[in-house]
């Protein structure tokens, strides 16, 4: 805020421009007025902010104020420090810290009153005449404020108080509006915006937008506010500046090795390096991404470059070679990579070399170049032979002899003999000489095996017989004894018959023949037989041997279960044989079941149309079904050639069932008791299944069961015997259960006094209809539905009952109790005068009957709910006092009590209003 006063010098005490003259005028004592006591008054010591001020002066008891609106109000919470020069005159010795002095402070608009604002106020005491002080005050604004004031607190009117440069500070600046000093980098722009504040704006050119673009460098100002007005001002100082221009060249690839040094002194410095180093240059030894920052701030330039480092190709050509007459060698290089360049210029990634010499190959471009070099020489080898490939018969050996060779020799299996004895097929290899010019050769032996021939045993046939020898599974060529080259031959005369199989590995059989006749027999035809019966086959006419199906050695042999049996007779090959087969017929495996006891009513089906017939019933029926429906012994027969009989006993089962129950019919709810009884001519009653009729049950023989819903029920009860034979009787509607009638009443009113007993009874009850009324005091009583009667005018409790029946005679009743209360009476006054006269001296409800004496509260409260009266005596009153205050002031007081009845435990509470007049 503006802190020039502004005033003539020497205190003319004019008020300064933009201030208010809030009360009074400060004093114009530059020269001896009337109303000033004399030029005494004036201080002759400039302030330290100028030698104008404004003087304050008392007179006539009154103080001068004045202040000023605050351009930009205060902002509640924020931080804020006033600054002012004060001093004081010399003129009365008497002033000193106690009695003069400045006050100040805050409001919103002009303040009230004779003195500063009220808000944020403070003051300062001057001590020594005639020398300013510098008043500093730090404060936080307790609102919103947009007025301060200023004022004398002096009592001592020949005194003068005078105020210099006033300054008030926001501790935290209230309202940014430009950024701060700022460099830009050439081509940059800034927009300047104030749109977020408060108009009219005007820019250093004049211009009066919200915003302002900067594209040059200078000083750029804005006015916020009208002119003449509360401006406030901001300013920010641009400068441009051009980026460093730096460039460490294109990315490299060197050698492992080699050394790349990066420079960047073109720019001006300073340097910095990605490593944290300061130099113009910078040496790299190792492969990575380097970069510099040159110059500082917002315009520094930088430039980044990747370095790799490579190792040089690696070339191997392989050892230095001896090479046979005739060979050739293959050099490869492609694994290095390429480019290639080989002894004669050629390109290509590999060489053929087929005469002696040094080779050599350079790998790469550039300088980093990988090289090999290889010495080819060629000479000469052993001739020799091993022969023939060659097949062998199994068993035989052949020697493999070189020895006509100078050698050294090397086999297939590593030995070094100037010989190999071959035992086994194979291929077999020998090397001769020394490497490289070594001679080789191969030779493949094979095995043949002799052919594996079986013409068979001697043999004796039949006469008329024949037999066929056969050759065929040893391969062939086959010659017979007859010179016959067939792979088999039929021998039909006795003899010796042999054959020669193969070529080079032959084999050969021979087998004796001889001739004799059989004997003619038979076992019979097939049969069949029952199970458990036997069969003897007996060949005892026969002169033997014998030879059965078990190897046994009899003349006979005893059948005892189903199969095939045979029988071998004579010495082979001229033996006979036969065979039977014999075949045993199961007796059919079947039951009619155990003995059975049948429900009057039901049936057995026996059904055995599985079992393969005939059959026979007891009847003499031959169906395989049968059905029993009464008692008595059935049987069945199945089978033809070997039967089979069953038998069964059938019983059948009869059962009487009765129940009766002792109370078909009564108001409910009620118990019903029912008794159960069965005759049956079966083994007894096993279960017992009552059904009530209300989805309960029980599986007692005589029940007892409660019904509790009106209604009509039916009855069911089942009987099961011991064989599972189930009997039921029912009775339909056989039990009746009457709807009670519900009793229920009001009575109006629900409270009574003596001073009124008349009820009226008003009966709310369900499905009565008659009714009896009785009311507790052993002399009224009534049959009306809805009855009026009035009890005796003295408190007392009486019990009123009320007894319904219903149309099937059921009934009902309930009680209630009627309370006659003693009627409750009092008075309370609204107004009492305790002003010692003897007459309406204090404040007491006055009770005539209904109250309990030992059960009562009294409490008065003032208008701010503030208990100043209490009392639990109905006896004792309020006499209008306070504590030890004495008397209260007159006005308004709540009173309120609160009471139990005489003839109850009913509480009462009543409130209201007294008046006290003094």
Not at 832 to 838: E, N, Y
Request: charged fraction near 10%.
């Amino acid at each position: 805020m503006n802190g020039d006063m502004e005033a003539g010098a020497g205190g003319t005490g004019v008020v300064p421009t933009n201030w208010s003259i809030v009360q009074h005028s400060p004093d114009n004592c530059a020269s001896p007025p009337a109303a000033c006591p004399g030029p005494s008054y004036v201080i002759n010591n400039p302030s330290p902010d100028g030698g104008k001020w404004v003087r304050f002066f008392r007179g006539g008891g009154w103080n001068e104020r004045f202040g000023q609106y605050i351009c930009t109000p205060l902002v509640a919470g924020q931080s804020y420090m006033l600054q002012f020069w004060a001093s004081h005159s010399d003129l009365n010795s008497s002033a000193n810290a106690t009695n003069t002095g400045i006050d100040f402070g805050f409001s919103n608009g002009l303040p009230g009153g004779t003195g500063a604002g009220a808000g944020n106020a403070s003051n300062v005491a001057l001590t020594t005449p005639e020398t300013w002080q510098l008043v500093t005050h730090t404060f936080v604004a307790a609102a919103n404020y947009d007025f301060i004031s200023f004022a004398k607190n002096t009592t001592d009117t020949q005194n003068a108080t005078y105020i210099d440069g006033v300054t008030l500070i926001g501790t935290v600046p209230s309202v940014p509006v430009l950024p701060p000093d700022t460099t830009l980098c050439s081509g940059q722009t800034l927009l300047l915006d104030v749109s977020g504040f408060t108009g009219p704006y005007t820019w250093q050119n004049n211009s009066t937008a919200a915003t302002f673009n900067v594209t040059t460098a200078g000083i750029y100002y804005v006015d916020l506010g009208p002119a003449g007005g509360c401006q406030n001002t901001d300013t920010i100082i641009v400068t441009y500046t051009g980026a460093a221009a730096i460039d460490l060249g294109a990315d490299q690839t060197l050698c492992n090795g080699e050394t790349a040094i990066l420079d960047a002194s073109a720019a001006s410095a300073p340097y910095l390096w990605q490593d944290g180093s300061t130099n113009a240059t910078l040496n790299v030894t190792v492969a990575g991404q380097y970069y510099v920052d040159v110059g500082s701030g917002a315009c520094s330039g930088s430039d980044t470059v990747n370095i790799a480092f490579v190792a040089p190709p690696a070339v191997d050509l392989g050892p230095d070679a001896n090479l046979c007459t005739g060979d050739n060698l293959l050099l490869d290089a492609t694994s290095s990579g390429g480019p290639y360049l080989w002894q004669d210029n050629s390109v290509a990634g590999t060489f053929n070399v087929t005469t002696g010499g040094t080779y050599f190959v350079e790998v790469g471009t550039g300088t980093c170049l990988g090289y090999d070099t290889v010495v080819v020489n060629y000479g000469t080898g052993p001739v020799f032979s091993l022969g023939n490939d060659t097949t062998l018969c199994t068993g035989d050996s052949h020697l493999l002899d070189v020895s006509a060779q100078a050698g050294p020799f090397l086999w297939q299996d590593n030995s070094i003999a100037s010989s190999f004895n071959v035992t086994a097929a194979g291929q077999y290899f020998v090397e001769i000489g020394t490497a490289p010019c070594v001679g080789y050769d191969t030779i493949n032996i094979l095995y043949d095996v002799y052919p594996v021939i079986n013409l068979g045993p001697d043999a004796n046939l039949c006469t008329g017989d024949n037999l066929l020898l056969d050759a065929t599974a040893s391969g062939g060529p086959y010659v017979w004894q007859d010179a016959s080259t067939n792979p088999t031959f039929n021998v039909t005369t006795a003899g010796q018959y042999y054959v020669d199989v193969g070529t080079q590995c032959v084999s050969s059989d021979t087998v004796d023949v001889a001739f004799v006749t059989a004997p003619v027999f038979s076992l019979g035809n097939d049969t069949t037989l029952c199970d458990g019966e036997t069969l003897n086959l007996d060949m005892s006419a026969e002169a033997g041997p014998f030879l059965w199906q078990d190897n046994s050695t009899l003349s006979s042999f005893n059948v005892t279960s189903a199969g095939t049996y045979s029988v071998e007779i004579g010495t082979a090959p001229c033996s006979a044989t036969d065979d039977i087969i014999v075949s045993y017929e199961s007796y059919p495996a079947f039951t009619l079941g155990p003995d059975a006891a049948l429900c009057d009513g039901d049936d057995i089906q026996f059904d055995f149309s599985a079992e393969t017939g005939p059959y026979l019933w007891q009847d003499g029926s031959t169906n395989p079904t049968f059905m029993a429906t009464t008692s008595g012994t059935y049987w069945i027969e199945i089978g033809g050639m070997c039967p089979t009989r069953d038998s069964i006993d059938v019983n059948v089962v009869t059962t009487t069932l009765s129940m009766n129950l002792d109370d078909p019919d009564n108001c409910g709810p009620y118990a019903v008791n029912f008794t159960g009884d069965a005759i049956t001519d079966g083994a007894g009653i096993l279960n017992w299944d009552w059904s009530f009729g209300d989805l309960t049950q029980s599986n007692q023989q005589n029940p007892s069961h409660f019904y509790s819903s009106t209604g009509l029920y039916s009855v069911t009860l089942t009987v099961t015997t011991n064989e599972g034979c189930v009997e039921t009787i029912n009775n339909n509607d056989w039990v009746q259960v009457y709807e009670v009638p519900v009793a229920m009443f009001t009575c109006t009113p629900t409270s009574l006094t003596t001073d009124d007993t008349y009820v009226n009874f008003s009966d709310l009850s369900t499905n009565a209809v008659s009714w009896n009324w009785s009311f507790g005091n052993n002399q009224g009583g009534s049959s009306d539905q809805n009855p009026d009667y009035n009890y005796p005018a003295s408190a007392g409790n009486y019990m009123a009952e009320l007894v319904v029946s219903s149309i099937d005679g059921c009934t009902d009743s309930i009680q209630k109790q009627i309370i006659v209360e003693e009627a409750l009476l009092f008075y309370v006054p609204n107004t009492f005068t305790p002003d010692g006269d003897l007459y309406n001296e204090g404040f007491k409800p006055q009770f005539t009957s209904g109250i309990d004496p030992y059960d009562f509260h009294m409490t008065i409260f003032n208008r701010w709910g503030e208990i100043i009266f209490e009392s639990y005596n109905k006896d004792s009153g309020w006499d209008g006092t306070y504590g030890d205050g004495g008397l209260i002031q007159d006005g308004t007081y709540i009173w309120q009590v609160d009471f139990k009845s005489t003839t109850s435990d009913k509480r009462y509470e009543y409130r209201g209003h007294v008046t006290v007049l003094k």
